[in-house]
C-alpha cells in the first residue's frame, strides 16, 4: 500500500536560515508528488507537484524540491525562510491511474524564529 | 474564475446527529475528492465523485456518504455523529480524476 513519511514532526529555524523539509514514499506506481501548505485553520495550498521530467521542480514563494527516485525521496527546501513561512507542511503522492487518491504525510510543522 | 469554495465553516453538533457539509467546485473542473483532517494529522480520503459517480472510496464507514450535482457541486452527508467525526473536513476538485487537485479553506466540525 502508499504510504508517505514525514519524519520531523517540528522543525524550528531561524528566519533567514535555509531549510530542508523530509518526504519519502512508498509507492508500486509511479508517483505524481505533492507539497501542500497549511496556514492555522485554513486549507491546502499547493507549493509544487512532480509529475515527470526534470527532478528538481520550482514552487511558489521560493521553494522548490527534488525527486530523488532511488531514495524514494521528494524534499522540500528554501534558501533562506520569511517569518510568513510559518505553517504545517504535507507531502502528498498520487497515480495517474485507477482510482487512487492523494495519500499525505502527518506533515511537518515549521516555526520561524527571529 | 472561483476557487473551491465550502460551507459552512463550522459548526457544531451533537453526537447521534446528522450533518451535510457543502462545496462548490472551481469552475471547469468536474471531480471532487472529501478528505478528513483530524486535529495533528494529515488528510485522509473518504471518497471522490466523478461526473456524478463515486469513483473510489477510502476506509470509512457507510454513515459517510455524499452526493455531485449536475454543476459538479457536492455535498458530504454523515450520520449518527460519533465524537471522533470532529475534524477539518476538506473538499478538493479538479479537472478530472487524475489531475491535480485545488482545496477548498475547510468545514470545521466539532462533535459533542
Known amino acids: 500500500a502508499q504510504s508517505v513519511t514525514q519524519p520531523d514532526i517540528h522543525i524550528t529555524v531561524s528566519e533567514g536560515a535555509s531549510l530542508e523539509l523530509r518526504c519519502n514514499y512508498s509507492?508500486?506506481?509511479?508517483?505524481?508528488l505533492f507539497w501542500y501548505v497549511q496556514s492555522p485553520g485554513q486549507g491546502l495550498q499547493l507549493l509544487l507537484k512532480y509529475f515527470s521530467g526534470d527532478t528538481l521542480v520550482q514552487g511558489i514563494k521560493g521553494f522548490e524540491a527534488e525527486f530523488k527516485r532511488s531514495q524514494s525521496s521528494f524534499n522540500l527546501r528554501k534558501p533562506s525562510v520569511h517569518w510568513s513561512d510559518a505553517a504545517e507542511y504535507f507531502c502528498?503522492?498520487?497515480?495517474?491511474?485507477?482510482?487512487?487518491?492523494?495519500?499525505f504525510g502527518k506533515g511537518t510543522r515549521l516555526s520561524v524564529i527571529a | 474564475e472561483t476557487g473551491v469554495t465550502q460551507s459552512p465553516t463550522h459548526l457544531i453538533k451533537t453526537r447521534g446527529q446528522q450533518v451535510t457539509l457543502r462545496c462548490s467546485s472551481q469552475?471547469?473542473?468536474?471531480?471532487v475528492s472529501w478528505y478528513q483532517q483530524a486535529l495533528g494529522q494529515g488528510p485522509q480520503f473518504i471518497f471522490q465523485?466523478?461526473?456524478?459517480?463515486?469513483?473510489g472510496r477510502g476506509n470509512f464507514p457507510p454513515r459517510f456518504s455524499g452526493l455531485q450535482f449536475p454543476n459538479y457541486s457536492s455535498e458530504l452527508n454523515v450520520n449518527a455523529l460519533e465524537l471522533d467525526d470532529s475534524a477539518l473536513y476538506l473538499c478538493?476538485?479538479?479537472?478530472?480524476?487524475?489531475?491535480?487537485?485545488?482545496f477548498g479553506q475547510g468545514t470545521r466540525l466539532t462533535v459533542v
Open positions: 478538493a476538485s479538479s479537472f478530472s480524476a487524475h489531475a491535480e487537485a485545488f
Open positions: 465523485y466523478y461526473r456524478e459517480e463515486e469513483n
Open positions: 509507492y508500486g506506481a509511479t508517483p505524481y
Open positions: 469552475s471547469g473542473h468536474n471531480t
Open positions: 502528498a503522492v498520487g497515480s495517474y491511474s485507477g482510482n487512487t487518491p492523494l495519500v
